[in-house]
């Protein structure tokens, strides 16, 4: 199973883009990379998730790099409801739920 | 939709006792997920359910802990007896297929054993 590792925390400027970048050297072939998030005292929640191309929705964009050792998850325009914690997760889609991992992920802070 | 129900959303309760918490998924969704989320674990998966069956409950982490689908519109995570360690958030979550992008938590059920 692939890890991933990310920053633990990052700040970004409120209606700037924020870049959550993620790390997956050893994913393989068939794991998607997943994105959730959890905003304080709530449930984590799906963004996007991706294989090999890059993907967009209402909510965010995925870019996800030609050898898929990384990736990023790009909020276009942050808004101060964007702060959360924010979980990049490698897993092939198949093999049972205990292999969605979810780690420390990155502490994404909007400053207004 | 009304969303992942969970109940209690808080609750304290002594060392020893018997804690029950609720859940009642979306309406339609097949699996029912039980995580439990700590400062120190982070985000941790006990059981999974499917069609009210238990599919694999490996993260559950002793014979203190247990949890029943008795239907498809009801869960429950019993911890008898509770120890201080177990505090934590406990989320219920449920999705319609079996796949990452389609799972909904609740806003979770807050636990403090004193």
């Known amino acids: 199973d692939a890890k991933t590792t990310q920053p633990p925390s990052m700040d970004c400027a409120e209606g700037r883009a924020a870049n959550l970048p993620c790390n997956h050297s050893t994913i393989s072939g068939n794991e998607y990379v997943y994105w959730y998030r959890q905003i304080h005292s709530q449930g984590p929640q799906y963004i996007i998730h991706?294989?090999?191309n890059n993907e967009t929705n209402e909510m965010a964009s995925l870019i996800i790099t030609e050898d898929r050792k990384s990736s990023t998850l790009i909020l276009p325009h942050a808004t101060l409801r964007d702060t959360a914690v924010y979980y990049c997760i490698a897993w092939d889609g198949k093999t049972s739920y205990d292999k969605v991992i979810f780690g420390p992920g990155t502490s994404l802070s909007v400053i207004p | 939709d009304a969303g992942v129900i969970q109940s209690p959303r808080h609750e304290v309760t002594e060392m020893g006792q018997e804690v029950t918490l609720r859940c009642k998924p979306i309406?339609?969704?097949?699996?029912l997920f039980w995580y439990r989320q700590t400062m120190m674990r982070g985000l941790e998966l006990l059981i999974y359910f499917n069609n009210n069956v238990p599919i694999d409950d490996s993260g559950m982490p002793e014979d203190r802990f247990s949890a029943k689908m008795p239907n498809a519109s009801f869960s429950t995570l019993k911890i008898q007896p509770s120890e201080p360690r177990d505090s934590a958030v406990y989320f219920c979550?449920?999705?319609?297929?079996?796949?990452?992008?389609?799972?909904?938590f609740g806003e979770g059920s807050w636990l403090t054993v004193v």
């Open positions: 309406s339609g969704h097949d699996y």
């Open positions: 991706g294989l090999k």
């Open positions: 979550a449920s999705s319609w297929t079996f796949s990452g992008n389609t799972i909904y």
